[in-house]
C-alpha cells in the first residue's frame, strides 16, 4: 500500500482522500490533546498557555492554514505568539525556530524521516524532531477507536466501483496504516501515502498526474491545502465541511459523486462547494481585529 504505478490503474477515474478531519473525526482530538500540550509542554510556554491553545487551534483548526503540514503550522504559530501584545506583556521566551525554517524551505518532504537526516548536520534540528516524536507517541497513546463519519464506508463502497483510489494525508504513514485498517477502510483504495512521501502536490503528481484526465481526477479534503493540492494537477476538488462532515459525505453520495462520474462536475456547481469552504474557514484570527487591552 506504499507504491502507486501506472499499470496500477484499473478504471478511468481516480479520486485521493484525506484522512484526519475528512474521513476520521480525529482532529480536534489530535491538535487539542497531543499537539497543543506537548507544545506547551516541550516549548516551556505554560505562562502563556492560554494564547498557545487560541493560536494552535485556529492555525490547524478554525482557518484557511487548516490540514498544514505539522512543522510550517509551528513556525506559523510561534509567528502569531510572537506578534500578540498580550504574550509580549508576559516576557515569555518565544522560538524563533530560524534552523527548522530553513529546513522546510530545502526539502521537499516534511516528515520525520527527513527532519532526522538532517538533525545529523545541523543539531538545532533535533530538537524539533524530538517535538515531533513526543507528538506522535501521544497520538498513538490517545487517538484509537474513532470512527470514520457517517456515510464514508458507503460513499468509498460507491465510489471504488468507478475509480481508483488513494489516501494523501500529511499524517505520519505508520498512522493512517493503522487508522484506515482499524476500521476496514483499505479495502477500498490502492495505496496510502502519507507525510514521508512529500506535499499532497507531489503525491497526486506522483500517483496521478499523468495516468488520468484532469476531469477525471478529485481530491477529497476539509481544508484548502487539499484544494490547492488539487489545483496543482490539474483535478476536481470536493469540501468536507468543517462541522458538516456527515451531511458533506452525504451529499457526496447522493449529489457530487454522480456529477463527476458524468463530467458535470467542474464549473458553478464545484464553484459553489469551494464558497462555502472559504466561509468557514478565515484567514485572520478573531484576536487580529480586536481592540488591544490597555
Known amino acids: 500500500m506504499n507504491s502507486f504505478q501506472s499499470s496500477q490503474k484499473r478504471k478511468p477515474f481516480f ?10 473525526d480525529t482532529m480536534e482530538v489530535k491538535h487539542k490533546e497531543c499537539f497543543c500540550p506537548v507544545t506547551i509542554r516541550h516549548y516551556g510556554l505554560q505562562a502563556i498557555s492560554k494564547f498557545v491553545r487560541e493560536s494552535w ?4 483548526l478554525y482557518s484557511l492554514h487548516r490540514g498544514m503540514n505539522r512543522f510550517p503550522a509551528l513556525v506559523k504559530v510561534m509567528e502569531q505568539l510572537v506578534q500578540r ?12 525556530l530560524e534552523e527548522l525554517k530553513n529546513w522546510i524551505q530545502s526539502t521537499p518532504k516534511l516528515g520525520n524521516p527527513a527532519l532526522s537526516d538532517a538533525a545529523k548536520v545541523h543539531t538545532a534540528l533535533s530538537d524539533t524532531l524530538q517535538w515531533s516524536e513526543d ?3 501521544s497520538i498513538t497513546e490517545m487517538v484509537h477507536g474513532v470512527p470514520p463519519f457517517p456515510y464514508v464506508h458507503d460513499a468509498l463502497d460507491e465510489a471504488c466501483m468507478s475509480a481508483d483510489m488513494i489516501v494523501a494525508s500529511s499524517t505520519p504513514e505508520d498512522a493512517l496504516i493503522r487508522e484506515w485498517k482499524e476500521h476496514g477502510l483499505s479495502q477500498y483504495i490502492q495505496m496510502i501515502a502519507g507525510q514521508e512521501m512529500g506535499a499532497k502536490s507531489h503525491q497526486l503528481s506522483a500517483t496521478a498526474a ?12 476539509d481544508a ?10 490539474g483535478a476536481c476538488f470536493y469540501p468536507i465541511l468543517p462541522s458538516e462532515e456527515e451531511s458533506s459525505w452525504k451529499r457526496f453520495i447522493e449529489e457530487a459523486l454522480p456529477k463527476f462520474l458524468k463530467n458535470q462536475y467542474v464549473g458553478a456547481y464545484q464553484e459553489e462547494l ?3 469552504l472559504r466561509q468557514r474557514l478565515p484567514m485572520h484570527p478573531p484576536w487580529h481585529t480586536s481592540p488591544i487591552e490597555k
Open 15 to 24: 479520486i485521493a482522500i484525506d484522512s484526519d478531519g475528512c474521513v476520521f
Open 57 to 60: 487551534e485556529f492555525v490547524n
Open 85 to 96: 501584545p498580550e504574550v509580549q506583556r508576559r516576557n515569555v521566551q518565544i522560538p524563533a
Open 135 to 137: 507528538i506522535n507517541h
Open 210 to 221: 499523468d495516468h488520468y484526465a484532469p476531469s477525471h481526477m478529485l481530491m477529497i479534503g
Open 224 to 233: 484548502f491545502s487539499d484544494y490547492h493540492a488539487a489545483c496543482s494537477v
Open 274 to 276: 469551494i464558497q462555502e
